[in-house]
Every structure is written in C-alpha cells, then in structure tokens.
C-alpha cells in the first residue's frame, strides 16, 4: 500500500462509508473530506466529519500505519494539534493527544476495493510509452476531451509564469516583454536563448526609432548578435557594419557573443541568419505588434501579420558573404502556427487575466481551435492509440498529458487513469 493511492481513497470517497465507526467504535460521518495538501503540513485541510455526536471542523491526516504518527513526529508539530481523524490502512498503534484525548481513526483495510489498488499498482509497473497505452481506447470520448480541456488550462497556466516573470522584470511593459518572447521562439528551441540574449540588448524602443529604415534595423540586429565583427567582401555587409558602428556608439550598446549561435545540423533555411532577417522584417512592418495582435480578432489577419520575409540580400545567401541560388524565404506555415502557439496565445490568455477580461482568454482558446497541431513523436503517438490530436487545442494539452502525467506515472491525477483504475 501507499500513502498516494490512500491519499487518492480518502479524497474521492472510493471506500466503504456504510457503518463507518473509529478504532473506538464511534459512528463516523463524513460530511466534507477537505481539500488536498501537497505541501508541508496535515494531508487535508478544512474537513468536516462528525464522531459519535460531535461535529468536528478540521485537519485530516493520512498514513499507511497508525505508528507512521511517531516515525514522522506529528506528536511534537504544532501544525497536528487541530487534526480531527486519523485515515490508516492498518491501526497497528493507539495514538493520544498531548491532552491524554485519543485520536480518532478510522481503518480503511477492510473498506477498499482491492482490484483497484491492482490496477494501480499494474499501472505504476508497467513499462509501456504510457501506462495505459493497452486500455485507453476504452476510455470514453467525454472523459478524453475534459482531459483534454482541463491540461491545456494547465499548460497555458504553467507558460504563463515566464511571461509574469518577465513582465515584472520589465515593470510591466507588454510590448517590450512580448518582443522579447517573440525573438525567443524565432530562435525556435536551438537558437531560442541566444535570440532572447539578443532581444535584451537592444530594446524594442531603440529598434523603433529605426522602423523607416530595414538596413538600420538589421545593422542593428546582426551587429548585436555579433555577426558584424569580421570583414566582409560584400557591399550590402559594409553598409551593415558602417550602420551598426555608428549606431552602437550612439545607444551605448553591447553586442552578445557569435559563438552562441547554433548552425550545425540545422537546414539552411533554419539558420539564425535568415531567422534574424525574417525577425527584423516582422519589426519592419508591424510596430507596436502587441498592441496590433491584442486588437486583431480575425485569425487570418493575425497568420498575415507573422507572414514575413527576407531582405533582398538573403534571398541570395543563407550566410554571410556566400552566395546562393536566389530563393524566397518567407517564415514557414509551421514557424507560424510555433508562435502563434507558443507566442500570440499564452501573451492573449495572461493579458486578458491580468486585465480581467474574458474576451481574450477566448480568443486565445479559439486560436488554438483554429491552429494545426504540431507535429512530433509525442502527436505521433497519441495518434497510434486513435487519440484525434487535429489542433494545437489537442496537441498542447495533449503534450501536457504525456509529460507531465503519463511519464510520472500521475495516474490517480488524471481523470484517464482514474476512469481505468475504477473500471478495469
């Protein structure tokens, strides 16, 4: 037995409450199991059960043994004097409070269904991409698609602290914070650190002063991601360079390290050359983009903002000083749908609690309806056990599922696995 699975008992009523008595034969009633404790501290708070003739409000406590009391010395922690019932599997051990009153306690032993501390003793065993990968199909659509509703409201939650976090560090400047994820996720995962190194070395106001002007904004871009310290043959190069000398002077800038930019086993229309080219167009043509993104309803209008293209220069090359076939380079549907994803959507759905403001936690879910899901070996996968993951609605929460869940083995935290561990 585990103090998970009695824990997981205790919250969802999943015993036998008919003649519930104590150790002491006292009647017990349940009238409110309390809610659940995952930090230091009883295991339910705010419960309300009635022993015998009195009605207690108070702290339930969980345990295997009843003798788990002393071994984790709840006897000398002030934060146990107000428990109220004591849940054990097996009451080995009388226990007292200080007072000399003994703690009442219930034994459960006799009161679980044994088939389903199996099934979850089978799925924490099991050794299968998740744990119920051979019984899942069985699960009905409804419970799947309230799972699927309830983690992605958790992965979005869960993006949402590095959004807050950056906005305080920003003194709650929007469009400076949404520029800088952006340039996070231009980067996608190899280059997302250096292009938000990038971002933070120049703010968006000084590349701003600069919106008439794409060669001062990619001067500037390039210079300071470090790429515009070496001497070039290319005249549309020195016109960067010459830029970029005059214009560091005069912000006081600082340039990141070039060495921070990855290339190697990226396809050339991956590499952060392009990446920042494309970046400093979107700048280009769409000043103060938050604030055009939070007016925007329209989802076609929101993928035309993020359409953007090269300059002239790199239509012909993929790095510095090399030329290639010409070729246009627009951002990819892909790359779109990754920032609007990753990007447009968590910003919509922070801003519109911070504002408390319903409309845009809506449209950043209605977004994601309208988004193709990302494709990967975790969507893949899902989709070999017949899990429809169409939209990225299905695939992020779905993504939030197999990580977070199926992988820890939270089976009794999910309502899949709990479905499957009463029903099997």
Known sequence: MTE???????????????????????????????EHNFDAGPDFFNAKVKVGNTLWAGNVEVHINASDWEKHNHQTDKAYNNIILHVVFNSDKQLFRTSGEEIPTIEIKELIDKKQYQNYINFKSNTDWIPCEKQIAAVPSLIINSTIDKLLLERLESKSKLITDSLALNKNNWEETFYQLLARNFGFKTNAEPFELLAKSIPSTVLGKHKSSLLQIEALLYG?????????????????????????????????????????????????????????????????????????????????????????????????????????????SDAINNIIINTVVPFLFVYGKHKGEEKYIERALTYLEQTIGEKNAIITKWKQLTIKADTAYATQALLQLKNEYCTNKKCLNCSIGNYLIKNM
Do not use: C
């Open 4 to 34: 998970e699975f009695l824990h997981h008992i205790w919250k969802f009523r999943l015993f036998n409450q008919l003649d519930l008595k104590t150790t002491a034969n006292e009647v017990v009633e349940i009238i409110k199991v309390g």
């Open 224 to 332: 300071q991601a470090g790429f515009l310290n070496e001497h070039y043959e290319d005249e549309y190069l020195q016109r960067l360079q010459n830029e970029y000398i005059f214009l560091k002077h005069k912000y006081k800038l600082v340039s990141i390290e070039k060495h921070l930019w990855k290339f190697l086993r990226l396809r050339p229309v991956n590499f952060p050359t392009i990446r920042i080219s494309q970046f400093a167009n979107l700048i280009y043509t769409s000043s103060h983009l938050f604030s055009k993104i939070i007016s925007t309803e329209n989802y076609s209008d929101l993928k035309q903002y993020m359409n953007t293209d090269v300059s002239e220069y790199w239509q012909t090359h993929y790095i510095f000083d090399k030329s290639s076939k010409q070729k246009t380079k627009q951002l990819g």
